[in-house]
Protein backbone atom coordinates (compact mmCIF):
# COMPACT_ATOMS: atom_id res chain seq x y z
CA UNK A 1 0.00 0.00 0.00
CA UNK A 2 0.96 3.59 -0.93
CA UNK A 3 1.59 5.88 2.25
CA UNK A 4 3.18 8.49 3.58
CA UNK A 5 3.07 9.73 7.24
CA UNK A 6 3.52 13.24 8.59
CA UNK A 7 5.07 14.10 11.94
CA UNK A 8 6.41 16.64 13.86
CA UNK A 9 3.67 19.49 14.08
CA UNK A 10 2.87 20.77 16.97
CA UNK A 11 2.34 24.25 18.81
CA UNK A 12 5.37 27.20 18.19
CA UNK A 13 5.48 30.95 19.73
CA UNK A 14 6.16 33.12 16.62
CA UNK A 15 10.15 32.97 15.69
CA UNK A 16 10.42 29.54 16.65
CA UNK A 17 10.84 26.31 14.75
CA UNK A 18 9.73 23.04 13.72
CA UNK A 19 10.81 20.67 11.68
CA UNK A 20 8.03 18.19 9.41
CA UNK A 21 9.03 14.67 8.42
CA UNK A 22 7.02 12.42 6.07
CA UNK A 23 8.16 8.67 5.68
CA UNK A 24 7.04 6.89 2.76
CA UNK A 25 6.47 3.18 1.88
CA UNK A 26 5.05 1.37 -0.92
CA UNK A 27 6.15 2.93 -3.53
CA UNK A 28 9.53 4.32 -5.07
CA UNK A 29 10.53 7.28 -2.97
CA UNK A 30 13.79 7.95 -4.75
CA UNK A 31 12.04 8.37 -8.09
CA UNK A 32 9.54 10.43 -6.93
CA UNK A 33 8.99 14.40 -7.11
CA UNK A 34 7.73 15.31 -3.74
CA UNK A 35 5.37 18.33 -2.30
CA UNK A 36 4.45 20.14 0.65
CA UNK A 37 1.06 21.98 0.79
CA UNK A 38 -0.75 23.21 3.55
CA UNK A 39 -4.38 24.58 4.37
CA UNK A 40 -5.17 26.53 7.03
CA UNK A 41 -8.84 27.34 8.39
CA UNK A 42 -11.51 28.50 6.43
CA UNK A 43 -8.51 28.85 3.17
CA UNK A 44 -7.60 26.91 0.32
CA UNK A 45 -4.82 24.28 -0.42
CA UNK A 46 -1.69 25.84 -0.62
CA UNK A 47 1.62 25.21 -2.27
CA UNK A 48 4.63 25.18 -0.36
CA UNK A 49 7.78 23.47 -1.80
CA UNK A 50 8.74 20.91 -4.49
CA UNK A 51 11.77 19.00 -4.30
CA UNK A 52 12.47 16.54 -7.09
CA UNK A 53 13.73 13.64 -7.18
CA UNK A 54 17.16 13.75 -6.29
CA UNK A 55 17.16 16.80 -4.08
CA UNK A 56 18.88 18.85 -6.18
CA UNK A 57 16.00 20.95 -7.72
CA UNK A 58 13.93 22.51 -5.21
CA UNK A 59 11.07 25.42 -5.48
CA UNK A 60 9.37 27.48 -2.71
CA UNK A 61 6.20 29.84 -2.35
CA UNK A 62 7.37 33.45 -2.27
CA UNK A 63 5.71 33.38 1.70
CA UNK A 64 7.76 31.04 3.29
CA UNK A 65 11.18 31.95 0.87
CA UNK A 66 14.24 32.27 2.78
CA UNK A 67 12.38 30.75 6.07
CA UNK A 68 11.70 26.86 5.09
CA UNK A 69 14.15 24.20 4.00
CA UNK A 70 13.12 21.17 2.02
CA UNK A 71 15.09 17.62 1.78
CA UNK A 72 14.76 14.56 0.96
CA UNK A 73 16.65 11.33 2.05
CA UNK A 74 16.31 8.38 -0.38
CA UNK A 75 17.59 5.87 1.48
CA UNK A 76 15.80 6.65 4.41
CA UNK A 77 12.40 7.30 1.93
CA UNK A 78 12.03 10.23 4.30
CA UNK A 79 11.30 13.55 3.72
CA UNK A 80 11.74 17.12 5.48
CA UNK A 81 10.52 20.20 6.05
CA UNK A 82 12.84 22.69 8.45
CA UNK A 83 10.37 26.06 8.96
CA UNK A 84 12.12 28.77 10.66
CA UNK A 85 11.29 32.16 11.86
CA UNK A 86 7.30 30.73 11.84
CA UNK A 87 4.71 33.26 11.66
CA UNK A 88 1.22 32.97 12.80
CA UNK A 89 0.17 33.03 8.90
CA UNK A 90 1.95 29.59 8.87
CA UNK A 91 -0.31 27.83 11.05
CA UNK A 92 -2.08 25.32 8.87
CA UNK A 93 -2.06 21.53 8.58
CA UNK A 94 0.47 20.58 6.66
CA UNK A 95 0.69 17.45 3.67
CA UNK A 96 3.29 15.87 1.87
CA UNK A 97 2.45 14.20 -1.58
CA UNK A 98 3.36 12.67 -3.99
CA UNK A 99 1.35 15.48 -6.37
CA UNK A 100 0.14 18.76 -6.14
CA UNK A 101 -3.42 18.00 -7.02
CA UNK A 102 -5.46 16.87 -4.32
CA UNK A 103 -7.58 14.28 -6.13
CA UNK A 104 -3.61 12.25 -7.80
CA UNK A 105 -0.80 10.80 -5.99
CA UNK A 106 -0.18 9.54 -2.63
CA UNK A 107 -1.40 12.60 0.30
CA UNK A 108 -0.56 12.11 3.85
CA UNK A 109 -2.90 12.54 6.63
CA UNK A 110 -1.48 15.89 7.62
CA UNK A 111 0.13 17.13 10.48
CA UNK A 112 -1.16 20.49 12.41
CA UNK A 113 1.29 23.50 13.21
CA UNK A 114 0.06 26.53 15.64
CA UNK A 115 2.37 29.67 15.62
CA UNK A 116 0.93 31.90 18.37
CA UNK A 117 1.71 35.13 18.72
Known amino acids: EEQLVESGGGMVDSGGSLTLSCAAS????????MYWLRQAPGKGLEWVSTINRSGGSIDYADSVKGRFTVSKDNAENTLYLQMNSLKTEDSAVYYC??????????WGQGTQVTVSS
Open 26 to 33: GFNFAQSW
Open 97 to 106: ATSPRRDRGV
